[in-house]
């Protein structure tokens, strides 16, 4: 076989056959948790300690906290680190204090050494936690009523020690909206592949696995602290499920595709445990197996054009699959291989910053590599 577009268009396919039956096959499985009332009246809920670590958060904070506050569940506290704010977080957090006899607000002025802020924050407020579950969430997040007996409810009747739920993301504008789909995508790949999974919007857990699992101190330097919690979990033999919001809660979290790109230039590299050649080969390899197909219908003999066309109705299919979770639309698969190339460019960018500089910078702290490698 003397065709090289042949080869990778047999290539592309026949991986794209292999990982995207299984894909939709997990996706098909995820839980979806809607908006609405709680049908399990009888339950007996255990108490919830709901931990929320907050920088900076003038915009949302109140929002997002007030909604928590006021939500139908019977035992329950919101504990509030505000984490070196420099805006208008602290009087915000203080007014609602004074209103919310539930509400704790735990000020935190220094960070220590070998801790990133928001893990150091949250380990401060677990250890003032006195629920049998922990919740961890961030002040951007918006919660639906009921949200909080819904996932607790699912949680304690599958026996589960973890629950984590992606949250509807709101955006504006087609190519920004395409380009968090097909990140959503990802996230949902690299959990798949992983067979684990943590999100930053809700990480519900019991507290006594997240005591025997090490606790936050064990993601003291740990940039993308969400997922390696889902690892820890699954590493120690605890019972973990991935679910997806349709309505329970929702997040917005950038403004702009720029923004976007730039926000996530914390975790890419570090997802990647700062490995240089395995974050070059993941991009290879989602270069070919998410953009070739869409330039190998231009190239190559009929049969390589065909088969290519073939990975595209694949790829076409798994955006219908994944319609069922909020925010993301077939249409986004339009400029599938655009939303992939930004995102290969923000991963490259993620590691070409952090290497030129010795380390990562973020939320005004810089955090040297040297050290950050110590704890992968």
Not at 354 to 369: D, H, N, Q
């Amino acid at each position: 076989m003397n065709n090289p577009f042949l080869i990778l268009a047999i290539a592309n396919v026949v991986l794209w056959l292999g990982l995207g039956s299984m894909l939709i096959s997990y996706m098909r499985k995820r839980p979806i948790f809607y908006n609405g009332d709680c049908s399990d009246k009888n339950m007996t809920y255990p108490s919830l300690s709901i931990v929320v670590a907050a920088c900076n958060e003038e915009e949302s904070i109140k929002r997002a906290i007030h909604q928590l506050l006021v939500q139908d569940y019977p035992n329950f506290e919101v504990i509030v680190i505000n984490d070196r704010s420099t805006d208008h977080t602290g009087d915000i957090l203080k007014e609602l204090e004074n209103e919310y006899p539930q509400l704790k607000v735990i000020t935190i002025t220094d960070l220590p050494s070998n801790w990133l802020g928001k893990t150091h924050a949250v380990y401060q407020g677990t250890k003032q936690a006195k629920g049998e579950w922990l919740l961890f969430t961030d002040a951007d997040v918006m919660f639906s009523p009921n949200s909080l007996k819904k996932a607790v409810n699912y949680a304690v009747n599958n026996n589960l020690d973890h629950l984590t739920i992606g949250p509807n993301v709101t955006t504006k504008g087609f190519f920004f909206s395409s380009l968090m789909s097909w990140f959503q995508f990802s996230i949902t790949f690299i959990f798949m592949s992983s067979k684990a999974a943590g999100v930053g919007a809700f990480n519900l857990i019991r507290k006594s696995t997240y005591e025997e699992i090490g606790s936050y101190k064990a993601l003291a330097l740990e940039p993308v602290d969400d997922w390696s919690l889902g690892k820890l979990v699954v590493k120690k033999g605890y019972k973990q499920e991935y679910g997806i919001s349709n309505g329970l809660i929702s997040v917005k979290l950038y403004d702009s595709i720029f923004t976007m790109l730039k926000g996530i230039e914390k975790n890419q590299f570090p997802g990647m445990n700062y490995d240089v050649a395995a974050t070059l080969a993941a991009g290879l390899f989602n270069g070919f197996i998410q953009i070739y197909p869409f330039l190998g219908i231009f190239i190559g003999s009929t049969l390589s054009r065909i088969l290519c066309g073939l990975s595209i109705i694949i790829i076409f299919t798994c955006y219908n699959v994944a319609k069922r979770f909020g925010g993301i639309s077939l249409k986004h698969a339009l400029v599938h291989p655009i939303s992939v190339s930004l995102h290969l460019y923000a991963i490259l960018n993620s590691m070409v910053r952090i290497l030129s500089r010795g380390g990562l910078e973020w939320r005004g702290t810089f955090y040297s590599l040297k050290e950050l490698k110590k704890h992968t």
